[in-house]
């Protein structure tokens, strides 16, 4: 059975950094697209950074682009991202995936995603 667990979520004042990390267990994921997702209440899923199957092709949303920065480390089948200079409007529930069957072209598109973490909140103070 496939689980990813988020941590690193917290409260942090603007132009803070958190580190979010997803640790990814009961399957090989190296050849499966990474990626980290935001959900802001009443607010649809948004795609911020992933990273392509094994090909170390990394993918930014331009909301983040500049401030974010999405890793990972295949030997602990785990994901991170880095986050700075944050934003109240950064705050939302963050949540890893995994897809392991997408093609480049949908990898901004949650639904292309087959396992999903619980999300860990990251909540910016102004």
């Known amino acids: 059975q496939v689980r990813l667990i988020e941590s690193g979520g917290d409260v942090v004042q603007t132009g803070g950094s958190l580190r979010l990390s997803c640790a990814a267990s009961?399957?090989?994921?190296?050849?499966?697209?990474m990626a980290w997702f935001r959900q802001a209440p009443g607010q649809a899923r948004e795609f911020l950074a992933g990273?392509?199957?094994?090909?170390?092709?990394?993918s930014y949303a331009d909301s983040v682009k500049g401030r974010f920065t999405f890793s990972k480390d295949n030997s602990k089948s785990t994901m991170y991202l880095q986050m700075n200079s944050l934003k109240p409007e950064d705050t939302a529930l963050y949540s890893c995936?995994?897809?392991?069957?997408?093609?480049?072209?949908?990898?901004?598109?949650?639904?292309?995603?087959?396992?999903w973490g619980q999300g860990t909140q990251v909540t910016v103070a102004s």
């Open positions: 009961g399957g090989t994921f190296t050849q499966c697209t």
């Open positions: 990273s392509f199957r094994d090909t170390g092709r990394t």
């Open positions: 995936a995994v897809g392991c069957r997408l093609i480049l072209s949908s990898m901004r598109a949650d639904t292309s995603y087959e396992y």
